[in-house]
């Protein structure tokens, strides 16, 4: 089973800041995601990647395969960015598997 | 589309009782999974199915936990009996093969 780190486990910023949350896994896998959990508990795909890079808005997303590692950055933070970042993977690594989660990040951005 | 659908959105019970958590996936997904949030746990997979038959149960936490989907539409986990430890938010999610998956809003549910 795939395992899943998330760091940091908390943060708190600056509106404008640059942000960046962490996320390494132990087994192989096709595609790792990012997903943004709302303070009301809704749960949002924002990516899912399986190589480089993909930016949406404010939003980019990179993944190492080799290093199994992966990071979510926002430009621009804004105080609607205050949210808990999960990073996910399939929990034995392929594709259409069920997903192991990290821990998740509570992101708070302060105005 | 109306996204995944789940009912009840809250439920509150005894222990002891049937609890039954009902999911209807987007048009087309042929991926349904049951996840189950706790503060201590995190974010858990119990259950998947594909083309309405289920691929992995592993994460079922025991045998007072099911789950059906008797067809392409409509999912349902039932916990009996239920128990306090059992609190927690169920979601379901649905995808196409290797796509994204789509959370629904999630239930509720407390066990006293």
């Known amino acids: 089973k795939n395992e899943v780190e998330q760091s940091p486990q908390n943060l708190t910023a600056q509106e404008g800041e640059f942000i960046t949350i962490n996320c390494s896994y132990s087994v192989g896998i096709s595609a790792l995601h990012w997903l943004q959990q709302h303070p009301g508990g809704g749960i949002v795909s924002l990516f899912m990647?399986?190589?480089g890079k993909k930016k949406h808005g404010r939003l980019i997303a990179t993944i190492n395969i080799q290093e199994k590692h992966s990071s979510l950055h926002i430009t621009a933070s804004h105080p609607r960015d205050s949210a808990v970042y999960i990073c996910?993977?399939?929990?034995?690594?392929?594709?259409?598997?069920?997903?192991?989660f990290g821990k998740g990040t509570h992101l708070i951005i302060q105005p | 589309d109306a996204g995944v659908i789940q009912s009840p959105r809250h439920e509150v019970t005894e222990m002891g009782q049937e609890v039954t958590l009902r999911c209807k996936p987007i048009?087309?997904?042929?991926?349904l999974f049951w996840y189950r949030q706790t503060m201590m746990r995190g974010l858990e997979l119990l259950i998947y199915f594909n083309n309405n038959v289920p691929i992995d149960d592993s994460g079922m936490p025991e045998d007072r936990f099911s789950a059906k989907m008797p067809n392409a539409s409509f999912s349902t986990l039932k916990i009996q009996p239920s128990e306090p430890r059992d609190s927690a938010v169920y979601f379901c999610?649905?995808?196409?093969?290797?796509?994204?998956?789509?959370f629904g809003p999630g239930t509720r549910l407390l066990v006293l």
């Open positions: 990647l399986s190589s």
């Open positions: 996910a993977v399939p929990y034995s690594g392929g594709g259409a598997d069920g997903l192991t």
């Open positions: 048009s087309g997904h042929d991926y």
């Open positions: 999610a649905s995808s196409l093969a290797g796509q994204a998956q789509y």
